[in-house]
């Protein structure tokens, strides 16, 4: 099937959640429209039907999420719960794991919250110190986390740590499931310029004992498998900033068509015009590539997922600033009144350019990686 164009389920399903979202809207209450969009089925539809999902990928996820978010009220924890965390357990988890999160994570009544950033490593994951060590068959964990999204609203949070391998002494990357009340997990809400249901935390993992199946996946195939959670995370938060931008400008083009300052809506004027439809163009676009990227994710090639997600995340948050700044602009002084409620967007539309990696490590990446240029770093 070509990502080019959706199939009918696909289009249904877009079709399904906009309705949804048209009827909740920008003033909406987060838990409701979680629990609503729960027992739709579409907080699941990438999950496995076997474990209570929907048995889609993340091309049907990102619909969600995107509609969600062209209708003003985005679902943030879609691209933590069932994207990163849903998909590392359905594909790594042992069947015992699947079984007490996924259907949990589908139905909505079980979120999981994702921890890879830490103060002192940010941008660089190779420095990040949270570590594992075995204590008996369980497991001690200790370091620190930073700008975790939903650790309060969230069961248990899947965190990045590292093991030693007893050959090398390397630290290798391992996720472990660590429980909200987990003794010596603690956390601190960080005063973010943000207001959604959704807060960030700086995390203290002091001493934290987890038992043996606390571990998701593999020891020895840490990289790989939080590839497989990274690159549905990048996917969904380019479907985050196309349906925040799609948003923003439709709210803009409804108030150029009406507001009349000389003899024409300010629509009229090509310099209000054409910037709307550049934005629109350009999300647009960036949803082709990230067809491209859900598509070469759910038909299994990791490899190239990964280049085509990193580019979509990079196209959908500059084109979602741009699309956000545009809309602002052209309601003049309403832009910036509560009333129309577009100014602390440009706040929501700067995240899906720093995370969950920034705009220069992407391209970082693509000169490294995709055009062989030498590194700086
Ligand atoms: C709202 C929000 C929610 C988040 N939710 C989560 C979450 O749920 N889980 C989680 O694990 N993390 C989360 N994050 C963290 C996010 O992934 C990080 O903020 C992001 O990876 C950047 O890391 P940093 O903030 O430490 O920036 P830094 O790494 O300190 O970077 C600062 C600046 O320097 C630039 N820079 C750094 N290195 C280079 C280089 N080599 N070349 C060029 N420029 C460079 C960066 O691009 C950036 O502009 C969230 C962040 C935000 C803002």
New binding site residues.
């Given amino acids: 099937m070509s990502p080019l164009i959706e199939s009918e389920e696909q289009k249904a399903l877009r079709a399904a959640v906009a309705t949804l979202g048209t009827r909740h809207g920008r003033n909406h209450d987060p838990v409701e429209l979680w629990s609503e969009a729960a027992k739709l089925g579409y907080l699941g539809v990438n999950l496995p039907e076997a474990h209570g999902g929907g048995g889609g990928g993340i091309a049907d996820l990102s619909i969600v999420l995107e509609e969600l978010g062209a209708a003003g009220c985005p679902l943030l924890m879609l691209v933590?719960s069932p994207a990163i965390c849903g998909t590392v357990i359905a594909r790594f988890g042992t069947e015992e794991q699947k079984q007490t999160w996924l259907p949990g994570i589908a139905e909505g009544t079980r979120i999981m919250?994702?921890?890879?950033?830490e103060?002192d490593?940010?941008?660089?994951s190779h420095r990040i110190t949270t570590t594992a060590r075995r204590d008996g068959d369980d497991w001690i964990l200790n370091g620190r986390?930073?700008?975790?999204?939903?650790v309060d609203i969230a069961d248990a949070t899947l965190i990045v740590g590292r093991t030693e391998d007893a050959r090398t002494g390397n630290l290798k990357p391992c996720l472990f499931i660590v429980p909200r009340d987990a003794p010596g997990f603690e956390r601190r809400q960080i005063d973010?310029e943000?207001t959604g249901r959704e807060k960030?935390f700086e995390l203290t993992l002091d001493d934290v004992r987890l038992p043996a199946d606390a571990l998701v996946g593999d020891e020895d195939a840490g990289l790989l498998q939080l590839f497989a959670g990274l690159n549905p995370e990048r996917i969904m938060t380019a479907a985050f900033a196309i349906g925040l931008g799609r948003y923003a400008v439709s709210r803009a083009v409804e108030y150029a068509r009406d507001r009349t300052v000389w003899r024409q809506p300010i629509g009229a004027h090509q310099a209000i015009a054409h910037p709307l439809a550049q934005a629109h163009i350009d999300l647009e676009l960036a949803r082709l590539m990230m067809q491209k990227a859900a598509f070469l994710y759910d038909s299994g090639d990791d490899t190239a997922a990964g280049e085509a997600a990193n580019m979509a995340k990079y196209a959908a948050g500059e084109a979602c600033v741009k699309a956000v700044d545009q809309a602002v602009h052209t309601l003049g002084g309403n832009g910036l009144t509560r009333e129309f409620g577009l100014a602390s967007l440009i706040t929501v539309a700067r995240?899906s350019r720093?995370?969950?990696?920034?705009?220069?490590?992407i391209l970082?990446y693509v000169s490294h990686q995709s055009l062989g240029l030498p590194k700086?770093?």
């Fill in positions: 933590v919250a994702f921890g890879i950033t103060p490593a940010g941008s660089n986390k930073v700008f975790i999204s939903g973010m943000l960030q995240v720093i995370a969950p990696v920034s705009r220069e490590m970082n700086s770093y």
